[in-house]
């Protein structure tokens, strides 16, 4: 079962590459930081974390959450970068604006994120899927001002593309423009997250770095197990950027990833079950 690509591997024994992520705890297992830890891992990576914040989650939907405080978060990447060393970051759950904040200042006084040789995919997430708020109403113009601009990749959904830009994608010419706004407001590169836009049976992902269009169009899987798929398709983007692919070519790997969980996505609890990236170790 693997007709993706698969990332070079470290030789047991030898150090794997090492990423990390900085976003919330989601209970389930599904999403957020056990989404991203489970494709690292499956990806043959050594993963660090900076927990953002605990949610309290099953597969129904998010009932609460506890923040971390945000000197905790930025001491996390500090203390980890400074002894430990990464290749690549992504940024998922940031709940708050003083949390993106800390995480923004970090990344610069690390060297994360845009013009530097370590990339920083940021992952805009502002809800869960079943509309429970992840990051704070008044957090979009911190998230706009202080982290977009330091994004190698910013990777919104749709309804994260409305929140952050105001513009509702309807079809192919304002998937465009809103992929223009997000790289004006500073990110190296914009994914804009098609969804089922514009047809019901394709998934078309349109990516931009101020002079190109590349679209990335895949068959659409229609499951209702696809809890983390956005978390999983930014930590493989990330995973393959930390091995020096270039973003286009990480976004068709990320994809290829993606869709092979969410074929392989198992029904869990009483409402959505996660996209699987277990699929690489099974033994049919
Ligand atoms: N919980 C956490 C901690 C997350 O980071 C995310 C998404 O990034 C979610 C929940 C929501 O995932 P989904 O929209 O797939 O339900």
Redesign the pocket.
């Known amino acids: 079962m693997t007709d993706v690509p698969l990332l070079p591997t470290a030789a047991p024994g030898s150090t794997p590459i090492r990423v990390m992520t900085i976003?919330?705890?989601?209970s389930?297992g599904?999403?957020?930081?056990?989404?991203d830890l489970r494709t690292f891992a499956l990806l043959g990576l050594h993963a660090c974390v900076a927990v953002t914040?605990v949610?309290v989650?099953n597969s129904l939907?998010?009932s609460g959450?506890q923040e971390i405080t945000p000197d905790v978060v930025a001491a996390q990447m500090r203390c980890v970068i400074d002894d430990i060393g990464i290749g690549a970051a992504k940024t998922?759950?940031l709940a708050s604006a003083p949390i993106i904040d800390a995480v923004a200042a970090q990344c610069r006084e690390s060297g994360l994120g845009r013009g530097s040789d370590v990339p920083l995919v940021v992952?805009p997430?502002c809800?869960?899927?079943?509309g429970?708020p992840?990051l704070a109403t008044e957090a979009l113009d911190t998230l706009r001002d202080t982290l977009i601009p330091l994004a190698t990749v910013v990777t919104p959904?749709l309804d994260e593309v409305r929140l952050i830009t105001g513009i509702d994608v309807v079809d192919d010419a304002t998937q465009r423009d809103a992929a223009r706004v997000l790289h004006g407001l500073g990110a190296q590169w914009a994914l804009v997250k098609g969804g089922h836009l514009r047809s019901s049976d394709r998934s078309t992902d349109l990516l931009y770095d101020g002079t190109e269009f590349h679209e990335f169009d895949h068959v659409r899987i229609d499951t209702p197990h696809?809890?983390?798929?956005?978390?999983t398709l930014?930590a493989a983007i990330t995973a393959a950027l930390a091995h020096s692919y270039s973003v286009p070519d990480a976004v068709a790997f990320a994809k290829s990833w993606v869709s092979k969980g969410l074929a392989a996505a198992y029904p869990l609890g009483a409402g959505?079950g996660?996209?699987n990236p277990l699929w690489r170790v099974s033994r049919p």
């Open positions: 976003a919330g705890s989601d389930g599904g999403a957020g930081i056990q989404a914040a949610t989650q939907g998010v959450f998922g759950m992952d997430v809800a869960s899927m079943h429970d992840l959904n696809d809890h983390g798929a956005g978390d930014a959505h996660p996209v």
